[in-house]
């Protein structure tokens, strides 16, 4: 356990399962009081936000706000402040992908896309930064992507939103570069969560292949090792960079892709 997060207090957006969930957990393993936040059925969640609570001995809280809305994702927040008394750390978690031909990209879910994507992670940013530098210690973390550094075909607005997280987390990083606050971007390459199982189905149909071959021949063909990224891979570099070790950490994106973008 890092001794230096016990008793911090931290919001994680999309964290009701996959990477946010986990990434929740691991937060409260090193004693952080959490915020987590996403869509799902409300009594799962709250069996989630309980069993984690109990586990690790911390408060848990969840709050529905809707990202696609500016004045939501500030108040989730502003209210995760005042439950807590401080939002210490920040994962800017969630995310939507689509997977088509740029020609037959449904308009509205581009609109969705920039706004989930790229935008609430502006706002969430802007609400919390006021108070991070006020009391001289923050950490905001960005999940990106290695889409957030290269590109595939059939995902332009998916390849366009991280590319704008991975370029966001420079300049504040930049801005707050002598505050007290670290701003990096976590790029991973695929993990088996929830989003990448529709994508391979979303993929098979854009491809005309079968899901294992979309599997094999397309998505782990990109990670050198031939494996998925875990969770536990992502959880360690998240918290290694919200801890005093990783105070001289900021603006940078740290891939953990099987050596995806190194070719």
Same mark, same amino acid.
């Given at each position: /356990?890092?001794?230096?997060?016990?008793?911090?207090?931290?919001?994680? #957006?999309? &964290?009701?399962?996959?990477?946010?969930?986990? *990434?929740? %957990?691991?937060?409260?393993?090193?004693?952080?009081?959490?915020?987590? =936040?996403?869509?799902?059925?409300?009594?799962?969640?709250?069996?989630?936000?309980?069993?984690?609570?109990?586990?690790?001995?911390?408060?848990?809280?969840?709050? $529905?706000?809707?990202? *696609?809305? @500016?004045?939501? #994702?500030?108040?989730?927040?502003?209210?995760?402040? %005042?439950?807590?008394?401080?939002?210490?750390?920040?994962?800017?978690?969630?995310? /939507?992908?689509?997977?088509?031909?740029?020609?037959?990209?449904?308009?509205?879910?581009?609109?969705? *896309?920039?706004?989930?994507?790229?935008?609430?992670?502006?706002?969430?940013?802007?609400?919390?930064?006021?108070?991070?530098?006020?009391?001289?210690?923050?950490?905001?973390? =960005?999940?990106?992507?290695?889409?957030?550094?290269?590109? &595939?075909?059939?995902?332009?607005?998916?390849? @366009?939103?991280?590319?704008?997280?991975?370029?966001? #987390? +420079?300049?504040?990083?930049?801005?707050?570069?002598?505050?007290?606050?670290?701003?990096?971007?976590?790029?991973? $390459?695929?993990?088996?969560?929830?989003?990448?199982?529709?994508?391979?189905?979303?993929?098979?149909?854009?491809?005309? /292949?079968?899901?294992?071959?979309?599997?094999?021949?397309?998505?782990?063909?990109?990670?050198?090792? +031939?494996?998925?990224?875990?969770?536990?891979?992502?959880?360690?570099?998240?918290?290694?960079?919200?801890?005093?070790?990783?105070? &001289?950490?900021? $603006? &940078?994106?740290?891939?953990?892709? $099987?050596?995806?973008?190194?070719?």
């Amino acid at each position: /356990m890092f001794e230096d997060l016990r008793e911090r207090s931290a919001v994680v #957006t999309g &964290s009701t399962s996959g990477i946010g969930l986990h *990434m929740a %957990e691991a937060l409260a393993a090193q004693g952080c009081n959490v915020t987590i =936040n996403g869509l799902g059925d409300k009594d799962e969640i709250e069996a989630e936000r309980k069993r984690i609570a109990e586990a690790h001995g911390v408060e848990v809280r969840f709050d $529905g706000a809707n990202l *696609m809305d @500016a004045q939501e #994702t500030a108040r989730l927040v502003t209210d995760a402040e %005042e439950a807590f008394g401080a939002v210490d750390i920040l994962v800017n978690n969630a995310g /939507m992908q689509k997977v088509s031909p740029i020609d037959e990209f449904p308009e509205d879910k581009w609109d969705q *896309m920039i706004a989930l994507n790229l935008s609430a992670v502006f706002h969430a940013t802007k609400a919390a930064l006021p108070g991070m530098k006020s009391r001289g210690f923050g950490r905001i973390v =960005n999940t990106a992507s290695a889409h957030g550094l290269v590109a &595939s075909p059939f995902k332009a607005p998916y390849v @366009a939103t991280k590319h704008g997280v991975v370029g966001f #987390t +420079k300049s504040v990083a930049l801005e707050t570069a002598e505050s007290g606050v670290t701003v990096n971007a976590i790029c991973p $390459g695929y993990v088996e969560t929830p989003l990448v199982t529709g994508q391979i189905g979303d993929t098979a149909k854009a491809r005309g /292949m079968t899901e294992e071959e979309v599997k094999n021949e397309v998505i782990l063909k990109a990670q050198p090792t +031939k494996q998925f990224v875990t969770y536990e891979q992502l959880n360690g570099l998240l918290i290694y960079l919200c801890s005093d070790a990783g105070a &001289s950490c900021t $603006g &940078s994106a740290y891939t953990v892709d $099987g050596g995806w973008t190194a070719q």
